[in-house]
């Protein structure tokens, strides 16, 4: 399979007034749509995270209701990339009041390569600089260089002299 989400991206407005975005793709299954992602798709985001290798805390911090609450509350902030009704992408935003966070990107293996991290990550970027946001940071985990690539080339920089400290409530958390 090969995508070419190089092209251009494609504003469009629904009937019903909202605002999607659009990659004008190649391939015989047509483009993929950049939208939020609900509550009742939170499903296809855990099986997006696990196909991608990403570590999921199902009793923790990625508890459904958890991220139901944080998708109603901040439906902007979660964003998929959808090939019809297929999670091919996700990346969720937050914002702490001063810093933007790129937070849980995550491709399909079988459409990394191709820009769909990219265009996730820039969609996330102007979510977070309309809020006023304009330092942008993300955390990635020592055992992930590809991440580290990505965000590199995406003109993150890393900070060396920044060592992150966590306090659990419990060890899953």
């Not at 629904?14 to 939020?36: F, K, N, Y």
């Not at 998929?80 to 790129?102: P, T």
């Not at 940071?137 to 060592?163: C, K, Q, W």
Request: with cysteine; glycine share 8%.
């Amino acid at each position: 399979m090969h995508i070419n989400v190089s092209a251009k991206l494609i504003k469009a407005r629904t009937d019903e007034g909202r605002v999607i975005e659009m990659i004008d793709r190649l391939g015989p299954a047509g483009s993929i749509e950049i939208r939020p992602i609900s509550a009742g798709q939170i499903q296809a985001l855990l099986s997006l995270w696990k196909d991608a290798g990403l570590p999921c805390r199902p009793t923790g911090r990625d508890r459904i209701e958890h991220i139901a609450r944080e998708m109603e509350e901040e439906p902007r902030l979660w964003l998929g990339a959808w090939e019809g009704e297929r999670l091919v992408g996700a990346v969720f935003a937050s914002d702490d009041g001063r810093k933007g966070w790129i937070n849980r990107l995550a491709v399909h293996p079988e459409y990394r390569s191709q820009g769909l991290a990219r265009v996730l990550v820039e969609r996330a970027e102007e979510v977070l600089r309309r809020r006023g946001r304009e330092v942008l940071a993300v955390l990635i985990e020592d055992d992930n260089p590809t991440s580290m690539d990505v965000f590199t080339h995406l003109g993150y920089v890393r900070e060396e002299h920044i060592i992150y400290y966590t306090k659990r409530d419990r060890p899953e958390a």
